[in-house]
């Protein structure tokens, strides 16, 4: 496994959890408002961080971390991911993935073996202009066998749209919404501009503007419609 990054404790990453976060290098999305730069473009890879470091990182932290969130980049494009998850397992911690949703293969392979505790799938945009925020051709039909195996795998989840102003409108958050019907949770968080791939987009016109209110507040109640949970992440 190819480890980019690791923060050694997270307290927001997990729910309820107190957590490491270890990210994988490498994606098959080139998503413009992206920040984590230094693990999706080859050029900008540092030196991966060796994989007996990090273990021996978890095995001083037993009894102190809960769980283990492996983020990316992508993870599950790593060929490896399913005896990492199997050591991380082996040495008692709970475990959350965080993926885009592309290889439903690995990911039922993962969820079969129970190897999750908790998966999160970014769902980019509404299935009809995936391409457009992706920054490449993207298989919509492994978009949405992933949310349906999600929905059905009996791991606790959650699918999460980043609202970049730039791309998403009211009613593209609608049908999303409408794509995860029937979800557990559905999350919008805010976009920061921070270190964005693209460095032009900004958060100006954010639907999470306080002019907005009346706006979202008619989102929320969409959106509660079609999922049992729905929630709003601000950047402040």
Known sequence: MRIGGLQRVSLIDF????????????CNFRCQFCHNESLVIPEKFQSPMDEEEFFNFLVSRRGKLDAVVVSGGEPTLHVDIVEFFEKIKNLGFLTKLDTNGTRPDVL??????????Y????VKHRFDKYDDISGVAVDISAIAASIDLIKNSGVDYEFRTTVVPHFHRADDIEAIASQLSGAKRFVIQEFVPDHAINGNLSGENSLFSPQNRETMDALAAFCKSHVEEFSMRSAS
């Not at 998966?119 to 970014?122: E, K, L, N, R, T």
């Open 119 to 122: 998966v999160a799938m970014d």
């Open 15 to 26: 729910p309820g959890k107190i957590a490491a976060v270890a990210f994988t290098q490498g």
């Open 108 to 117: 039922k392979n993962l969820c079969e073996k129970n190897l999750l505790d």
